[in-house]
């Protein structure tokens, strides 16, 4: 089963029996609304998949106020990894695998690295989503929190970390605002050059890497929109 397929039918799940259209970041097919399986058999099946991401190896899914359905899955010596799944807006699937179905290694399957990789699509960098989960929540205060910290990662994958270290704060101010309620970004110290002793509120920044470079851009955004009180964590040396 191709993942085209393999989405496809999940579609059926998300919408109890009624097969949807598709679309592929890099191509698009658009299915026929066919009814595939009856209401009763796509509740029975996404019933089972609850218990999947509730207690087995999709456990790693689940998300607090967000309910999602889905499935792991590893082929024989690791050749292939995936994870399906959907919640109340999204279906999507992710693999993960090698052009010449070479194994991806002894302790890679679809719970350590297909459905991480499926967490961070389905998350605050869709400003909609993003939104739509805040209003239904209904918080009094919003914090985003989420970076990648990773300063190799950050160095090898800069469109990616520019993307969730820098948009989804754009995309958090834009929903602080439209509900009204403050913002909490945390900051990084690692705006800061690190040549000397000591630094402050009052300090230049001037941050070098590609990790501190898209913290810094996104600190900037928010004191440019909102009011703020500026907090910077400093991880290097927090004891």
Same mark, same amino acid.
């Given at each position: ?13 998300f ?8 679309? +592929?970041?890099?191509?698009? $097919?658009?299915g ?7 209401e ?10 609850s ?22 899955g ?8 995936w ?6 807006? +999204? ?11 070479t ?13 991480? #990789?499926?967490?961070? $699509?389905?998350?605050?960098?869709d400003?909609?989503l993003?939104l739509?989960?805040v ?6 205060y919003l ?9 190799e ?5 800069k469109n990616?970390? $520019? #993307?969730?270290?820098? +948009?989804s704060?754009?995309?958090?101010v834009?929903?602080?605002?439209k509900?009204?309620?403050? +913002?909490?970004? #945390?900051?990084?110290?690692? #705006? ?14 001037n ?7 898209t913290? $810094? ?9 909102l ?13």
């Amino acid at each position: 089963m191709c993942i085209r397929d393999r989405v496809g039918a999940y579609t059926a799940l998300f919408s109890n029996g009624q097969f949807q259209g598709l679309n +592929l970041i890099s191509d698009s $097919y658009n299915g026929f609304e066919d009814i595939v399986i009856s209401e009763e058999i796509a509740m029975e099946i996404k019933d089972m998949l609850s218990e999947a991401v509730n207690t087995g190896t999709g456990r790693n899914a689940l998300v607090k106020n967000t309910k999602i359905i889905g499935k792991t899955g590893t082929t024989n010596d690791s050749v292939s990894t995936w994870f399906s799944g959907f919640h109340k807006d +999204l279906v999507t699937t992710v693999w993960v695998g090698t052009d010449d179905f070479t194994s991806l290694g002894n302790k890679e399957f679809g719970s350590t690295i297909a459905l991480p #990789i499926w967490l961070n $699509y389905m998350d605050f960098r869709d400003r909609e989503l993003y939104l739509k989960d805040v209003e239904e929540f209904k918080p009094n205060y919003l914090f985003h929190l989420g970076a990648f910290t990773n300063l190799e990662f950050c160095e090898k994958n800069k469109n990616k970390t $520019y #993307i969730t270290n820098t +948009l989804s704060v754009e995309n958090a101010v834009f929903v602080a605002n439209k509900l009204d309620i403050p +913002l909490l970004y #945390i900051s990084t110290a690692g #705006i800061f050059d690190g040549k000397q002793d000591k630094y402050d509120d009052w300090s230049d920044p001037n941050p070098l890497g590609v990790y501190a470079r898209t913290k $810094y851009m996104a600190e900037k955004f928010v004191q440019r929109i909102l009011p703020f009180d500026r907090f910077r964590w400093d991880w290097w040396n927090s004891r």
